[in-house]
T-cell receptor, first 110, second 113 residues
């Protein structure tokens, strides 16, 4: 059964710092991996989708990489801002329903 | 505007009183699904639908029903709600099940007393 783990569970950084969030999964037979952002009490906003055949995707200050063989993905946030404070979730789609990690709660301090 | 809508956004009810949470998408998506989010357990899929009249169980289907009579709508039905169904519920849709971005609704916070 697919399991998705996100480390760290929480992270606090000063504004302007570059940071990396980690996601690992146990079954490498996936179709894609998606990173989401969730603000408190709100829905999920899709940030980046990486297909299984891709190595990385970029959107603005965000860059996500995928190493399917080792079961790992990272989300790199450049020049962090207080508005980046949220919980970041990764989700893996394979032959089972979409499986989510429990998220990393990010706080960017001004 | 492309979106997934859910209603109601907040609901407090009592044990055993049947309720329906509606979900609608305006993107002509084939695939729709329901999730619940609980502290410490994360997001878990309840049911999903590949197309009209095609539904299947996710990880935690017990106590829930769904139907897909129209492509745009995917209601979640709790025939006899219990307190352990108190949760935050999300509906999501995508063009296809595999390989496409999932779009999420704003969530429905349900409390069952």
């Amino acid at each position: 059964k697919q399991e998705v783990t996100q480390i760290p569970a929480a992270l606090s950084v000063p504004e302007g710092e570059n940071l990396v969030l980690n996601c690992s999964f146990t079954d490498s037979a996936i179709y894609n991996l998606q990173w989401f952002r969730q603000d408190p009490g709100k829905g999920l906003t899709s940030l980046l989708l990486i297909q299984s055949s891709q190595r990385e995707q970029t959107s603005g200050r965000l860059n996500a990489s995928l190493d399917k063989s080792s079961g790992r993905s990272t989300l790199y946030i450049a020049a962090s801002q207080p508005g980046d404070s949220a919980t970041y979730l990764c989700a893996v789609l394979g032959n089972t329903p979409l499986v989510f990690g429990k998220g990393t709660r990010l706080s960017v301090i001004a | 505007e492309a979106q997934v809508t859910q209603n109601p956004r907040y609901l407090i009810t009592v044990t055993g009183k049947k309720l329906t949470v509606t979900c609608s998408q305006n993107m002509n998506h084939e695939y729709m699904s329901w999730y619940r989010q609980d502290p410490g357990l994360g997001l878990r899929q309840i049911y999903y639908s590949m197309n009209v009249e095609v539904t299947d169980k996710g990880d935690v289907p017990e106590g829930y029903k769904v139907s897909r009579k129209e492509k745009r709508n995917f209601p979640l039905i709790l025939e006899s709600p219990s307190p352990n169904q108190t949760s935050l519920y999300f509906c999501a849709s995508s063009l296809w099940r595999k390989g496409d971005t999932q779009y999420f609704g704003p969530g429905t916070r349900l409390t069952v007393l």
